[in-house]
């Protein structure tokens, strides 16, 4: 059983809670998510491998997540009342690798091992072996159900702690995570957090397409849940969202954040072709320069 020091030693928010969200936080934040994009670009061309349009879309909400809103302490990465992150997407995992590894859970050299044989950073988050990694995401659509089992089990250990779920939108085609979110309703887990990556676009095509999840947000308040719509890349937007996430009472809550598939390169947005593509020399050096210029644009 936990100490009691070990129940308070938690820091507060990187940010505390009820500061305004200056400019210089937004600047910060907005340049990390475009260094992270450059890191995970280097990550997929160096092992050729690995999914670079829906790491890069989640890259300003996991450094919100991150970097701002979670209590967590990477060199006490078990403390029991840490806050939880469930990684539902798990194949965008090369962009949660670096984002924990410049937020201190491993070295940021080892972001070079992603993919490799025998590494602790595989195609899909693996918590037995990854620091910072709370829940195992190969197959999708279960990032809910997970998620209202540790919101529930915190309420029922009287824990402050939160629950956070990331999801992709292609995701929402799974039968489970309607099940989960009638579990999270009933039991009224205000301390559970959803955030949709609603990108529109699928392995093969755009969720249109593939299976439309319009309306999106009614979709979700029928479920008995509190609905937040957000533009996904505006750390002011996002910041704002999970303060109110923090606010509200009764209900477990969800925020839709649309974004953009392959976010931060021309060529990439909007399509399937960059859900798990790799790119040539060319195409490496022209999307590393796009970004770099976008990081240096909010250094300025």
Known sequence: MASTNDRVALPAKVYAFGMHHSAGMIADLSRRAYEYRAQVLRMVYGRKSGHIGGAFSIAEI???????????????????????????????????????????YFPVEELETFRALNSRLQGHPEPAKTPGI???????????????????????EKSKRRTYVVLGDGELNSGVIWEGAMVAAKYGLDNLTVIVD??????TGTTQQIMPTEPI????????????????????????????????????????????????????????????????????????????????QWSA
Not at 134 to 156: F, K, W, Y
Request: overall charge negative.
């Open 134 to 156: 709370e829940a195992a995401a190969g197959p999708l659509g279960h990032g809910v159900a997970i998620g209202a089992g540790m919101a529930l089990a915190a309420r029922m």
């Open 62 to 104: 996991l450094c919100c997540l991150y970097f701002h809103q979670m209590r967590v302490d990477p060199a006490r990465a078990e403390l029991p009342d840490r806050d939880r992150l469930v990684f539902s997407k798990g194949h965008a995992c090369a962009m949660l690798y670096t984002v924990l590894a410049h937020r201190g």
């Open 217 to 296: 947000a009614a979709k979700w308040a029928s479920f008995n849940w509190h609905v937040i719509e957000i533009h996904g890349h505006s750390v002011a937007e996002i910041l704002t969202a999970l303060d109110t996430a923090h606010e509200m009472h009764g209900r477990p809550v969800v925020i839709i954040a649309r974004t953009t598939k392959g976010k931060g390169v021309s060529f990439m947005e909007n399509s399937p072709a960059w859900h798990g593509g790799v790119p040539t020399n060319e195409q490496f050096q022209e999307a590393l320069a796009e970004l770099e210029e976008e990081a240096r």
């Open 198 to 203: 609603y990108n529109g676009v699928q392995q």
